[in-house]
């Protein structure tokens, strides 16, 4: 059989050596590697501009936005999430000594059902923390609506959703506050980092604080903060990432034409189209496997996949909810979760960055598209 090379379910963008190199001249020359330098100070600028939101806090990773996000906001008692999603998001709420409540998916978004979240209510729950899942946003005016009506707070896991807009508008704005990933992984990365949106000033000072340890000044600790700044090096790479990134998601976009364009008429495989008056970042390509009307189950495929040297991930299995240290809680009940635990069963996210080639595209196309050939 003919050797190809293995083709990864992502590639990160990288900045161009030689540019990278004459930033950190920059930074040696400065001797300040962090705590809020110069390119701290302009990627915050130049992100506020690209994503058309108020205020943004870098932090060092995706993680800790979450964290201080649920801390600045108060919340307390029961937090209402969704069980299909990347383990952080959980987390999150357990390290601040709240109790996840997983709430059921909706299959047209893979986000929080709206028509379920009511019944999770009770008397303790202060927060909705919703996912923007691949990137596809979440009925935000329902689940604004329904957290109007019971005076809960909101706060989107947006780690996927970088650059997303609905209506011309950026999805980052909704709710109470948004977190961003800067992982490698994702659409837009600075090796490790992400960051808080927030829509006001004081609130920004506040978030500001909480990053640095709660220091208001050389003197002056007004909170039990915690150390997630991001450094200038990593700040620097993010400043050359964001130049080329809308490069980057057009050769997404084009990647995802031609998945969608190939697996159309494939019986038993399902995947998202683009939604009406969303732009949307192409940040992952979900296929759903329904192994009756394919005639592979999803593992099988994504066997045969790996076989190939084709590395799929199967984002989101296993459920959150079915982890050891969440799954005795009683929302965690796969009775509970019948989409999210169908969906985590049909799922396989095809390769998706901007290196892919035509013709690796073609190499993973005619496996999916094949189920009867060996
Ligand atoms: C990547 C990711 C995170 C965590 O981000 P890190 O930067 O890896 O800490 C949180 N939530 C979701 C949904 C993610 O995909």
Known sequence: MEKHRDITV?????????????????????????????????????????????????????TL?????????????????????FVATTHCIWWNGLR??????????????????????TPRTTAILPVHCYGKPCDGARIQQIADKYGLKVIYDAAHAFGV???????LNWGDMSTLSFHATKVFNTA???????????????????????????????????????D???????LLNLKQVDRAIAARHQAALRYREALRSVPGIR????MPGVKHNYSYFPIFVNADQYGLSRDQLYSRLLSHGIYGRRYFYPLI??????????SAAPDNLPNATRIANEVICLPMHHLLTPADLDRIIDIVANPDKA
């Open 65 to 85: 936005p979450l964290l201080t996000a649920l801390q600045a906001l108060r919340i307390s008692g029961e937090v209402i999430t969704t069980p299909y999603s």
């Open 100 to 121: 996840p409540v997983f709430v059921d998916i909706d299959p047209a978004n893979c986000g929080l059902d709206p028509d379920k979240i009511e019944a999770a209510i």
């Open 232 to 238: 200038e090096v990593r700040a620097a790479i993010g």
């Open 321 to 330: 909810s079915t982890f050891s240290t969440y799954r005795a809680l009683p």
């Open 10 to 62: 992502t590639s990160p963008l990288l900045p161009d050596p030689d540019e990278l190199g004459r930033l950190m001249k920059d930074i040696w020359s400065s001797r300040w590697i962090t705590n809020n330098g110069q390119f701290h100070q302009q990627l915050e600028t130049a992100l506020c501009q690209y994503l058309k939101v108020p205020y943004i806090s870098l932090f060092t990773n995706g």
């Open 271 to 274: 995947f998202f189209d683009d």
């Open 165 to 171: 807009e609905s209506g011309g508008q950026s999805i």
């Open 192 to 230: 490790e980092g992400g960051a808080l949106v927030i829509h006001d000033e004081a609130t920004k000072r506040r978030i500001d604080y909480l990053k640095n340890f709660g220091f208001e000044s050389e003197t002056e600790v007004v909170a039990p903060g915690i150390n997630g700044k991001m």
